[in-house]
């Protein structure tokens, strides 16, 4: 169990130490939500980077308004939604990053190929709209109540429930066909 | 068709892996950044005070060089600086702020002989041309 208090009250005395023990705890479970987002391993190195280096930053303003694992959620989100948009950017459609991104899945050092199932089911996801993606995500592997999705996200607890409750659909549609 | 796939059947289990340690070296590198960042904020902390305080020394001088504190001398403490402001003519500016003792030695020096004697030369010039 995450003692959320105690790494706040031990960055305030120590900010090199509060910050070690911050990574300890969430290094792991930050890092693979990103994965799920970005595929590739790389790419998840540099967002995951970036994501921790935000916090760091930060720390200082966080108010305790919402949980310090929502907070880190809601960075590592925002980081992977960034690194997405600046892929569209590159003169990348949504559909195209989408591509991208099987073609990563597909393509990897760091990818186990010999499970089928569990391939197409990651391939499934990978066919949800970004925000579904997103939900089913946080709700299916980290086990996120839908107050702290929405806290996370900005979007409604009801229309979460709907996001999540159409990618469930759809996954299974892809996992039969 | 939907009913066939049950979800636990994969779980949580996904193909993804890392490179061996690297939860470890990850910790390390961006514990390294952070401390390169943290120096970075500081040089620039301290570039930016060293700055403000060559500004203020620079802005000063000029102050000092181009408006003098006033002199002790009561007579040129009568003077006030707003008359600087409007004197345009180097040689005005000059006489403006001798001293009655150096402006009698000036009058006394533009009497003798000599003085008139450079003026004339120079006023020769000018006829010559």
């Known amino acids: ?177 | 068709m939907n009913k066939d796939f049950d979800f636990n059947e994969v779980g949580k289990r996904m193909p993804f892996r890392t490179p061996e340690g690297f939860f470890e070296k990850m910790q390390a590198e961006t514990m390294a950044r952070i401390k390169a960042e943290k120096r970075r904020k500081k040089l620039y902390r301290l570039k930016i005070g060293i700055t403000a305080v060559l500004s203020a020394a620079a802005i000063w001088c000029g102050v000092m060089f181009f408006f003098p504190t006033q002199s002790s001398d009561p007579v040129q403490q009568g003077i006030g600086n707003e008359w600087l402001a409007n004197v345009e003519d180097p040689m005005e500016l000059y006489l403006q702020q001798m001293s009655d003792e150096e402006l009698e030695a000036w009058i006394e020096f533009s009497e003798n002989d000599i003085y008139y004697e450079l003026m004339n030369e120079n006023v020769g010039d000018y006829e010559e041309d």
Not at chain 1, 5 to 31: C, W
Not at chain 1, 51 to 70: P, V
Not at chain 1, 85 to 107: C, D, F, H, P
């Open chain 1, 1 to 177: 169990m995450i003692n959320e208090d105690k790494i706040r009250e031990t960055f305030a005395v120590n900010p090199d130490k509060g910050f070690g023990m911050l990574m300890e705890a969430f290094q792991q479970p930050v890092y693979w939500h990103i994965r799920r987002m970005v595929v590739s391993h790389d790419d998840a190195e540099d967002v995951l980077q970036e994501t921790f280096i935000r916090i760091f930053r930060y720390l200082d303003d966080f108010r305790a308004e919402s949980t310090l694992s929502t907070w880190i959620y809601r960075i590592a989100t925002n980081e992977c939604i960034r690194f997405l948009n600046n892929r569209k950017e590159q003169t990348l459609s949504t559909e195209e990053v989408q591509e991208e991104l099987m073609g990563k899945l597909m393509a990897s050092e760091y990818v186990d190929y010999d499970n089928e199932m569990e391939v197409k089911f990651q391939k499934a996801i990978l066919t949800l709209p970004e925000k579904q993606r997103i939900v089913f995500n946080l709700r299916y592997y980290d086990e996120l109540s839908y107050e702290a999705i929405s806290e996370i996200t900005g979007s409604k607890v009801e229309t979460l429930k709907s996001n999540y409750h159409f990618a469930k659909e759809k996954i299974k549609d892809y996992m039969t066909k």
